[in-house]
Nanobody, 124 residues
Framework: QVQLVESGGGLVQAGGSLRLSCAASGRTFSIYRMGWFRQAPGKEREFVASTRWSVDRTYYTDSVKGRFTISRDNAKNTVYLQMNSLKPEDTAVYHC?????????????????WGQGTQVTVSS
């Protein structure tokens, strides 16, 4: 099993920044892809970004390209999501996810483990 714990959410004004962290523990040797998803009230879960532990490869949804950056610290088993130029429409619960597959992907069903989420609220 793999446990994922997110942190770093909060309330920020539009145009501000936040950095989310996702610490992985347990059988981390079994996972290769990491991703961030978000879910706003009344909306479906949405892919945000994905990366791999061992290869510098990233993938973003169009709405966050140029504003968000996903990165990782292999020594700490931690993945980050740096969010800049935040907009009210970025308001959501952000979930970290981990998968055993090797390719970066936006498909939620390709991820095997999920964190509880951290709330991000952007005020206008």
């Amino acid at each position: 099993q793999v446990q994922l714990v997110e942190s770093g959410g909060g309330l920020v004004q539009a145009g501000g920044s936040l950095r989310l962290s996702c610490a992985a523990s347990g059988r981390t040797f079994s996972i290769y892809r990491m991703g961030w998803f978000r879910q706003a009230p009344g909306k479906e879960r949405e892919f945000v970004a994905s990366t791999r532990w061992s290869v510098d490869r990233t993938y973003y949804t169009d709405s966050v390209k140029g504003r968000f950056t996903i990165s990782r610290d292999n020594a700490k088993n931690t993945v980050y999501l740096q969010m800049n130029s935040l907009k009210p429409e970025d308001t959501a619960v952000y979930h970290c996810a981990a998968g055993r597959g090797v390719a970066v992907t936006a498909r939620a069903q390709e991820y095997d483990y999920w964190g509880q989420g951290t709330q991000v609220t952007v005020s206008s």
